[in-house]
Each structure stands twice: as structure tokens, then as C-alpha cells.
């Protein structure tokens, strides 16, 4: 009924617990210059009731609230001009109003006191706002408008907001030693921040525990104490879980592209035998064919963009695979066993390659964006966030190394490729074309490296120099699986990825690949023929 609605509104702004009405004498220190004047007038317009402190907050965030000397503070309201404190019209001459000035400072207060208003709008996106304001800027909220808000909101994240704001609010204030009500609000503030995930928790907790420059603590309270270091402690262990979690991903992450760069190279440099300095401009060709393929779905098809990349893995596929075939036609097949010319011709090669892209595309990066189902990441445990294009990236390296042992193991071109690898001589003289085979897989290692230019364009610049990041590392991952060994290049890829990834926050990314390459060349000091060796009489010979 509306008469009962407006009676329990009467009672509960009767007893609600806010400060008394402002004056203008509250207000006028907002006209002078002194910042502390300025600070406690809008602390105090922050404690005031709302239906007051409403309107001169808006108004002061619109810039509409003035100051006439003979009135006291004034707002505008359309085009007339009330009294500030009592919203009644008044009249002032134009050159009589002085405009407020207020700091950075002073106007985040004002914001923060403004939200605080706001926490209880029937306005979702509104409430979501106010909270977000107060909870980078909590010092200025009314807690008393911040519990009110928490009894009431329904969203979780909100309301876990809420607590936190909360929380920070009670820890802030002037501690009672003999108040019962306060240490239980302090303890349950505790509770609340040791829960919360941002490093500000933390920050907030550290001083509970500290000890002033007396050596004695700066909070007296021994339980108090004793609580804030127990969630200390518990934040502190699910950061160090967090990064854990987090190093493993990204060593993953960076095992799953080394792989994709070297798996071709492991069957090309397996077979042939061949030092192909222009492998990592096949990554290039590959993400330079996702950057066409996308132009033209953007052009064409715009409606379908979101499904350019299963278009483009094709499209990288063939690209580079049809470079490879003709590069390994014209160029290295008359090669075959100098290793030095081969070395410095393929070399000449990733020149010419890089240099036919600058002339082509120009020698800026291109802007290869993710489709909207590779965008955003799953908070895989508080603190800590997996990008989805990484998941799909680590799924589609390992699909490709299915793909490439079903056609190494279950395919005849499969057959002829592992005969040629394990003896040449006595596979030619069975019918084996080997001069064929090595055409074919350098093609079939060349596509497998421009599906890895498709995968790196999803999460890095598409660029010239693309290549050129990757294919010592490539090379690594080879001679440590193994020549031509599919599984030890697996276990190299993401073995060198994880022990990049653990060591770089220790030693950055410069040492870290140093330790690595240090690493490899004792392993292969000791096992020259890497993780897994071939198999096969030319190879024990």
C-alpha cells in the first residue's frame, strides 16, 4: 500500500544513522583554498542524508554547484538557481557567483561519495558503477550506505565487491581497543580481504602486522594480529599456487609453439639431412597466408568472420608447402650432401623470402585478430587467467602432431619417408623413389611449418622477421628429440618450453635461453643422438 511504503520510508530516514543536516557554513569551506578545509566539508557532505547530500553531489560533478556571497552555495536547476542546502529559489546576480575549484583529488572524493549513493539503485548497470568507483577509491565511502548496499544486493560479484569495500572501510577506521562490536567487525574485515584474490588485499592486511619505528606493534589488538598474518599467509601460498599454475601454462604455451616450428623441421632435417636456414620463413608464409585469408573474409564475407581461421589453416598449409616444393626442387636437391653450401644457400633463401614480404605486404607488422571464440581467457583460480587463443593453440599442436604420425605411420607417402630416413641406399634399390619422397616431405615439413605461422599470428605480430624468432630454437628442439623423431620432438618442445618458463622470472629471458642452450650442449655431450635415436642399419652404422 503506498501509505505504508511512505511511513516505513519516513521511519528509516528517522532512524538511519546519518550525520545532521548540513548548513551552509559546512559547505562554504569549499570556496576557499584550504585543501584540509575543502577535504573535511566534503567528508562531511559525504555523512549527510542522501536526500541532501544527493543533488549537491551531482551538481558538484557537473560542475553546477557555486558560490555567492551573499547567498552561501547555489546550484542551477534548468534555468533557475536554489539554494544548495535547502533547494528553495533565490536570486543572485550573475557576477556575484564564483565557480569551485577542485583538484584531482577532491573530485575522486566527490565520486566516491556520490556512488555511495548509488549502491542500492534499482539499476544494475548503475549499482555496478558505484561500486567499481568506491572500490578503487573506498576511503570516501559511507559505511553505513556500503552495509546497507550488502544486505540487499543479489549479484555475487557485486556483492563480493561490497565485502571488500567493506572490509577496507573497517580496517581503515580509528581503532577501539575496548570495543567488543569493533574487534568482531575487524576480524570479519580480515576474513573478508584473506579471501579476496587482488594484491591490494594485501596491501590493506601488511600494516596489521607491521611494527612501528618504537619496535612495537601498530596494531595493539593481539587477536586482531594473529588473524591478519593467518590470511597473509594464505594469500601469500595461493600467489605462489597461482604462479605455479600459471608458469606451467605458459611453459606449455611456448612448448606447443616451438613445436609447431620445429615438427617440419624434424622431418625435413630427419630425412634430407639438410640445415634449411629458410625454415622460419615457412612460419611467415603461413601467417602471412591467415593475414589474406582474413583481408578477404572482411571484404567479402564479413558476416563470416568469425570462421576466416578454419580457411586459413588450408591456405597456410598450401602456401607454404608449395614454397618448400619449390624450394626444394630448385635449390637444395642439387645440394645433397654439402652441408656448408646447403647452409649458406638456404640462408641466401630467407633473405630473398623476407625480402618478397617487405615488397609485398610493406615491412610494417599486419593485424591478424582473433575470431570472437578465441577472445577473452577462463579465471582458472583467482589471480589467474587463461587466455583462450593459448588453449587453442596447445589443442591444434597437438591435432597437428596426430595428423603428421598418422601420415609418417599409416600412409604409404608415411612408408616411403621412414624407409628413405632409416637407409637410403637399400630403400632406392627396393623402388623407392627417393628423389620423389624427399620432394614430398620437404613439401608435406614446409605445410606443417606454415600451420605454425597460422597458430603464431592468433597470438603475436605477423611481421617480416617472423622466422627469425623461432628458427634456433627449432633447431634446439631437433637435436635434443632426436633427428627426425616425432616423439622426441615433443618431448623437446615442451620440455625446453617449461624449463624456459621457470627459469625467466629468476634470471629474465636472456639468461634463461642461455642456461637452456648451456643445458643442451652438455645433454648432447653425453647422448649425442638426442632423446630418442633412429632406428635402422645406416643409423647404427
Given at each position: 500500500m503506498p501509505w505504508l511504503r511512505a511511513l516505513l520510508a519516513a521511519l528509516l530516514l528517522a532512524t538511519a544513522?546519518?550525520?545532521?543536516?548540513?548548513?551552509?557554513?559546512?559547505?562554504?569551506?569549499?570556496?576557499?583554498?584550504?585543501?584540509?578545509?575543502?577535504?573535511?566539508?566534503?567528508?562531511?557532505?559525504?555523512?549527510?542524508?542522501?536526500?541532501?547530500a544527493g543533488p549537491i553531489l551531482k551538481a558538484l560533478q557537473d560542475d553546477a554547484?557555486?558560490?555567492?556571497?551573499?547567498?552561501?552555495?547555489?546550484?542551477?536547476?534548468?534555468?533557475?538557481?536554489v539554494d544548495a542546502v535547502t533547494g528553495k529559489p533565490v536570486t543572485v546576480k550573475a557576477d556575484e557567483l564564483e565557480s569551485l575549484t577542485l583538484n584531482n583529488s577532491l573530485r575522486?572524493?566527490?565520486?566516491?561519495?556520490?556512488?555511495?549513493?548509488?549502491?542500492q539503485s534499482p539499476d544494475i548497470a548503475v549499482r555496478t558503477q558505484a561500486v567499481n568507483t568506491l572500490y578503487d577509491q573506498p576511503g570516501n565511502a559511507s559505511r553505513t550506505g556500503v552495509e546497507a548496499a550488502r544486505k540487499v544486493e543479489a549479484d555475487p560479484g557485486l556483492r563480493a565487491r561490497l565485502d571488500v569495500i567493506w572490509a577496507t572501510i573497517v580496517l581503515a577506521e580509528e581503532t577501539n581497543t575496548g570495543d567488543t562490536a569493533q574487534r568482531e567487525a575487524r576480524l570479519e574485515a580480515i576474513r573478508v580481504l584473506g579471501r579476496d584474490s587482488n594484491p591490494q588485499s594485501r596491501q590493506k592486511l601488511a600494516p596489521l602486522v607491521e611494527r612501528g619505528s618504537d619496535g612495537k606493534y601498530r596494531e595493539p589488538d593481539v587477536e586482531v594480529r594473529v588473524a591478519a598474518q593467518q590470511a597473509l599467509d594464505a594469500l601469500r601460498s595461493d600467489q605462489r599456487r597461482a604462479e605455479l599454475i600459471g608458469n606451467l601454462f605458459a611453459g606449455l604455451s611456448l612448448g606447443s609453439v616451438l613445436l609447431l616450428a620445429a615438427l617440419g623441421l624434424a622431418i625435413t632435417y630427419g630425412l634430407i639431412g639438410v640445415i634449411n636456414m629458410a625454415h622460419g620463413e615457412f612460419l611467415m608464409i603461413g601467417a602471412y597466408a591467415t593475414y589474406v585469408v582474413q583481408t578477404l573474409f572482411r571484404t567479402y564475407a564479413p558476416g563470416a568472420f568469425d570462421w576466416y581461421l578454419p580457411a586459413a589453416l588450408p591456405a597456410s598449409f598450401l602456401a607454404a608447402g608449395v614454397v618448400g616444393f619449390v624450394l626444394e626442387r630448385l635449390v637444395l636437391r642439387h645440394l645433397y650432401g654439402r652441408p656448408l653450401e646447403t647452409l649458406l644457400a638456404t640462408f641466401g633463401v630467407s633473405l630473398l623470402l623476407m625480402q618478397a614480404v617487405r615488397t609485398l605486404f610493406g615491412a610494417q607488422n599486419v593485424e591478424v585478430a582473433n575470431p570472437a571464440w578465441m577472445s577473452g581467457g577462463v579465471e582458472w583460480m583467482p589471480g589467474l587467467v587463461i587466455p583462450y587463443n593459448r588453449i587453442v593453440i596447445i589443442l591444434f599442436a597437438l591435432a597437428v602432431v596426430a595428423v603428421a604420425w598418422a601420415v609418417l605411420n599409416r600412409t604409404r607417402l608415411g612408408l616411403f619417408v621412414r624407409a628413405t630416413t632409416q637407409n637410403r641406399t637399400m630403400a632406392a634399390c627396393v623402388g623407392v623413389r627417393t628423389w620423389k619422397v624427399d620432394s614430398y616431405a620437404f613439401a608435406f615439413g614446409a605445410g606443417i611449418a606454415g600451420l605454425g605461422g597460422c597458430a603464431l599470428s592468433q597470438i603475436g605480430n605477423v611481421g617480416p622477421d617472423l622466422g627469425q624468432a623461432y628458427i634456433i630454437d627449432s633447431f634446439?628442439?631437433?637435436?635434443?628429440?632426436?633427428?627426425?623423431?616425432?616423439?622426441?620432438?615433443?618431448?623437446?618442445?615442451f620440455g625446453l618450453g617449461l624449463i624456459n618458463k621457470f627459469i625467466e622470472p629468476f634470471y629474465g629471458a636472456v639468461l634463461a635461453k642461455i642456461f637452456v642452450l648451456v643445458l643442451i650442449v652438455l645433454f648432447i655431450q653425453k647422448r649425442p643422438q638426442g632423446l630418442f635415436?633412429?632406428?635402422?642399419r645406416s643409423a647404427e652404422a
Amino acid at each position: 500500500m503506498p501509505w505504508l511504503r511512505a511511513l516505513l520510508a519516513a521511519l528509516l530516514l528517522a532512524t538511519a544513522p546519518w550525520a545532521a543536516a548540513l548548513t551552509q557554513a559546512d559547505l562554504k569551506p569549499l570556496a576557499e583554498d584550504d585543501f584540509d578545509a575543502k577535504t573535511a566539508a566534503l567528508s562531511a557532505l559525504a555523512k549527510a542524508p542522501p536526500e541532501q547530500a544527493g543533488p549537491i553531489l551531482k551538481a558538484l560533478q557537473d560542475d553546477a554547484l557555486q558560490y555567492a556571497p551573499s547567498v552561501g552555495m547555489v546550484r542551477q536547476e534548468g534555468d533557475k538557481t536554489v539554494d544548495a542546502v535547502t533547494g528553495k529559489p533565490v536570486t543572485v546576480k550573475a557576477d556575484e557567483l564564483e565557480s569551485l575549484t577542485l583538484n584531482n583529488s577532491l573530485r575522486a572524493i566527490v565520486d566516491s561519495a556520490a556512488s555511495s549513493l548509488q549502491l542500492q539503485s534499482p539499476d544494475i548497470a548503475v549499482r555496478t558503477q558505484a561500486v567499481n568507483t568506491l572500490y578503487d577509491q573506498p576511503g570516501n565511502a559511507s559505511r553505513t550506505g556500503v552495509e546497507a548496499a550488502r544486505k540487499v544486493e543479489a549479484d555475487p560479484g557485486l556483492r563480493a565487491r561490497l565485502d571488500v569495500i567493506w572490509a577496507t572501510i573497517v580496517l581503515a577506521e580509528e581503532t577501539n581497543t575496548g570495543d567488543t562490536a569493533q574487534r568482531e567487525a575487524r576480524l570479519e574485515a580480515i576474513r573478508v580481504l584473506g579471501r579476496d584474490s587482488n594484491p591490494q588485499s594485501r596491501q590493506k592486511l601488511a600494516p596489521l602486522v607491521e611494527r612501528g619505528s618504537d619496535g612495537k606493534y601498530r596494531e595493539p589488538d593481539v587477536e586482531v594480529r594473529v588473524a591478519a598474518q593467518q590470511a597473509l599467509d594464505a594469500l601469500r601460498s595461493d600467489q605462489r599456487r597461482a604462479e605455479l599454475i600459471g608458469n606451467l601454462f605458459a611453459g606449455l604455451s611456448l612448448g606447443s609453439v616451438l613445436l609447431l616450428a620445429a615438427l617440419g623441421l624434424a622431418i625435413t632435417y630427419g630425412l634430407i639431412g639438410v640445415i634449411n636456414m629458410a625454415h622460419g620463413e615457412f612460419l611467415m608464409i603461413g601467417a602471412y597466408a591467415t593475414y589474406v585469408v582474413q583481408t578477404l573474409f572482411r571484404t567479402y564475407a564479413p558476416g563470416a568472420f568469425d570462421w576466416y581461421l578454419p580457411a586459413a589453416l588450408p591456405a597456410s598449409f598450401l602456401a607454404a608447402g608449395v614454397v618448400g616444393f619449390v624450394l626444394e626442387r630448385l635449390v637444395l636437391r642439387h645440394l645433397y650432401g654439402r652441408p656448408l653450401e646447403t647452409l649458406l644457400a638456404t640462408f641466401g633463401v630467407s633473405l630473398l623470402l623476407m625480402q618478397a614480404v617487405r615488397t609485398l605486404f610493406g615491412a610494417q607488422n599486419v593485424e591478424v585478430a582473433n575470431p570472437a571464440w578465441m577472445s577473452g581467457g577462463v579465471e582458472w583460480m583467482p589471480g589467474l587467467v587463461i587466455p583462450y587463443n593459448r588453449i587453442v593453440i596447445i589443442l591444434f599442436a597437438l591435432a597437428v602432431v596426430a595428423v603428421a604420425w598418422a601420415v609418417l605411420n599409416r600412409t604409404r607417402l608415411g612408408l616411403f619417408v621412414r624407409a628413405t630416413t632409416q637407409n637410403r641406399t637399400m630403400a632406392a634399390c627396393v623402388g623407392v623413389r627417393t628423389w620423389k619422397v624427399d620432394s614430398y616431405a620437404f613439401a608435406f615439413g614446409a605445410g606443417i611449418a606454415g600451420l605454425g605461422g597460422c597458430a603464431l599470428s592468433q597470438i603475436g605480430n605477423v611481421g617480416p622477421d617472423l622466422g627469425q624468432a623461432y628458427i634456433i630454437d627449432s633447431f634446439m628442439v631437433v637435436v635434443l628429440g632426436g633427428v627426425g623423431q616425432l616423439a622426441g620432438t615433443i618431448v623437446g618442445a615442451f620440455g625446453l618450453g617449461l624449463i624456459n618458463k621457470f627459469i625467466e622470472p629468476f634470471y629474465g629471458a636472456v639468461l634463461a635461453k642461455i642456461f637452456v642452450l648451456v643445458l643442451i650442449v652438455l645433454f648432447i655431450q653425453k647422448r649425442p643422438q638426442g632423446l630418442f635415436a633412429l632406428k635402422g642399419r645406416s643409423a647404427e652404422a
